[in-house]
């Protein structure tokens, strides 16, 4: 049975690094320390820098980063996410993830532009361009995921339109124990999601707090 | 040595309840589900409802609620939280806290009005009157507190002033597991206070996420 899974990164104060895809570092400065943990786990060291030593973390969020790259067969993501917002006049712009990107799945980008063509890359990522309604979208990307979950993987607000909508059966949002200040809002307008979804709180070695909303 | 310290209640979201003084409930709807692990908790039974039969839970939320009570000599207090904006013009309001509030030491109650003279209370509270600045009050408290620790109480506001200008040592903040969507802001202006304090977080049986910055 498919369900459908968002990953967020948070700090105390409930701010995600706010991309700027123009910048010389897209994800903004603070995205470092939001994910530090994160990149310290053995998954992302091997799956991201090809580490195969066996070098990172192996604690709860190397359990997290583990299972977030496990079961998903099609993923959802904003324009932003894409790049798409970078050069919106280029048709051969094939988005910021590189030649083989890290996905091996139908990608199902959104956006308010005219249709795009599919984009074939290595790997067996497809980049697929919608403009339809999310509720539309989620139903193909469940039937292209084959029985896997469908990530909405963001940014911020595609996660939280769907979260608004009620379409998200998994929430999980790692929270830095830092406080950033500034950056794009995780939480808001999600006023009582603890009564549709079954929360749990778990704290990692690295102090990050772990909570999952579950239904 | 007099450490001053700081007790704030935190929504997944950042926010803690707005207190509205002229409401049937000063604290608001929102107090109630943010403070539920907390009033579970023995001691709290036990100090604010005289339950002396030890009824109550007894693991990490009931560790900080004991703690809360001990080791304070005098506290500070913006003028909401004493209630003075509830009858500005009342020399005879005592405060919200009862005929014995449960301080037993002096509380500074910090006003931008006319000085008042001080106010003894049954059980050795006594309330003052300050308008002058944040540091000077603080000094006075901690001669006060005779080398117990000085509590910033509240509200909210009063606490981020006295964390910004860096007169903080130890500030816990109870994140309960639900999200507010609107409130008073924990944590703005806050940025970086990893950098200055010793970040520590942990998880209570409740959901409870118990953060501490400790200089």
Redesign the interface.
Known sequence: MTRVRVDLFSS???YTAAPDPEADNPMGEDWGPLTAAYAATRTFRQKVFGDTSGAGTTGLDESFAASFFTGVGAEIMGAAMFGLHAYPDDPDWKGWWGDQPPFGYPVYVLTHSAPRPSIPMAGGTTFEFRTGAIEDVLAEATIAAGGLDVRVGGGVRTAREFLRAGLVDDLH?A?A??????GA??????????STHR?????AES???H?TFTR
Chains 1, 2 share one sequence.
């Open positions: 105390l104060d409930g949002v929270i124990p830092i406080v950033l200040g500034r809002p995780v939480w808001d307008d999600l006023r009582g999601l603890e929360v749990q709180t778990q704290v102090g990050t707090i909570v």
